[in-house]
């Protein structure tokens, strides 16, 4: 019921059952290394992450790059693929055991033909998607790799405990080998 | 009337007045070079092109970085000011004379409150430019600047005609002398 308190937050209310929300939730486990999205599927659920993280990897002839990391508190899926119902050139993958709340597809739209709630909620998740997107546009047009590493750590401070060298230099777009000399260089106390 | 023709498709609807989508618009003309939004100024306008094309752009290290250009049945703003109202980082500027139709901030959030079109409108919009910014994030990771152009050429043709090539260079992230090269040896008949 992680989801129900993140939208009571947001959306300033006291509700004690997800359905004043609209939305239907079920819960799914993944195992570590288990794959929720796999490329070429079209995706037909909306995650919320409650407990574990997940990656986003895309393809780039036949190597594999990181688009993202996503966190408890978070919702999850390939999200273009979701948006279009067309195959998707992501995959989303649990990094541990992970335990999510889902909202299917189906359920979603059926909600946003009537449900002005529905429709705030989903208008209101998209902008802050697409804020986070324009972030890291930003940030590939205007920082180096090792501005983008050190604001990762600021942000994420977690994140360079909980996942591998080379998954951060994959997210970052730079070679393992240049990753760890900037680690070496700039956090010293990483190890 | 262009906004109301642009709605009227996307909503599969045939209303002859804006004001069935909850909008009150505003005509605005700017002329070529004219700033529409500057930086460190708080967006309160969404546009919507009529005529003409626009550039954003951003600053680091005191040097200017194009992110985006737009063109007419499309909108514009600086978006992550507009979403937040927070100062912008980026600066919108009409790089010809541009006639755009105008919604206020304040109007829009008003009818979000309560209006279903509204919300609807406004998710399906940002769905989109979420899309565009996804599609970026994913060119820069994976693409090199010449299929990065080649692209673009292939997606706006005028481009090559209507932007001049330092201009184009600084959207991709390379020198304007890259691009010259890249231009010569991909595209010999664009001089």
Chains 1, 2 share one sequence.
Not at 139 to 148: I, Q, W
């Amino acid at each position: 019921m992680k989801l129900l308190e993140f939208l009571n937050t947001h959306f300033k209310t006291n509700f004690t059952d997800p359905s004043a929300f609209f939305v239907k939730l079920t819960e799914q486990r993944f195992k570590k290394g288990e794959i929720i999205t796999d490329y070429g599927k079209t995706e037909k659920k909306l995650y919320f992450i409650n407990e574990g993280f997940v990656q986003i990897t895309m393809l780039h002839e036949s190597e594999e790059r990181i688009f993202d990391f996503f966190f408890p508190d978070s919702f999850v899926c390939s999200f273009t693929s979701f948006l279009k119902q067309e195959p998707s050139d992501a995959r989303v993958s649990a990094l541990v055991e992970c335990c999510m709340e889902v909202i299917q597809y189906n359920d979603l739209q059926q909600a946003y033909k009537t449900s002005l709630v529905a429709n705030q909620l989903g208008r209101v998740l998209t902008e802050q998607i697409y804020m986070v997107k324009a972030r890291r546009e930003k940030d590939f047009l205007t920082k180096s790799a090792v501005e983008r590493y050190r604001e990762l750590i600021a942000m994420r401070p977690d994140i360079a405990k909980l996942i591998p060298v080379n998954k951060i230099a994959k997210y970052l777009g730079v070679h393992p080998e240049s990753l760890s000399r900037i680690r070496r260089s700039a956090f010293p106390n990483l190890g």
